[in-house]
């Protein structure tokens, strides 16, 4: 079981302590750059490509605004849930709503399919 510690924070831009509303696109992704008050993350999705009438993935990064409430549980690697907001700075447009998975969860199935492929390095 999981223990939800529960904090107030004085942070003015924390959507769920302060002022600062969200609404429009909400996407998810992987935490890959985690900075002060600001972290970036990277999803994959599709785009149609009419020429060659297939689809190609491609990633996407974003930035988004981290609360000092969370700002302890989130770290690289970890899988979290963004939300649009009004612009805060120039390349800062989201902000973290919450965590989804944990890193280590991740690095657990990375391990598991790597070690399950093994190539044999003996003769014919």
């Known amino acids: 079981m999981k223990e939800t510690v529960v904090t107030s924070c004085h942070d003015v831009d924390c959507p769920i302590h302060g002022n600062l509303k969200t609404r429009g696109k909400t996407f998810q992704g992987a ?23 297939r689809y190609a993935k491609s990633k996407t990064k974003l930035h988004a605004r981290l609360p000092t409430c969370i700002e302890k549980e989130i770290n690289v690697g970890d899988l979290i849930r963004i939300r649009e907001c009004r612009p805060l700075s120039k390349i800062i447009h989201f902000v973290v709503i ?17 070690h399950s492929f093994k190539i044999n390095s003996g003769g014919i």
């Open 31 to 53: 935490v890959i750059d985690k900075k002060q008050k600001r972290i970036a993350i990277e999803f994959e999705r599709m785009i149609y490509l009419r020429k060659y009438e």
């Open 98 to 114: 919450e965590k989804i998975k944990d890193s280590e969860e991740k690095k657990w199935k990375r391990n598991k399919v790597s």
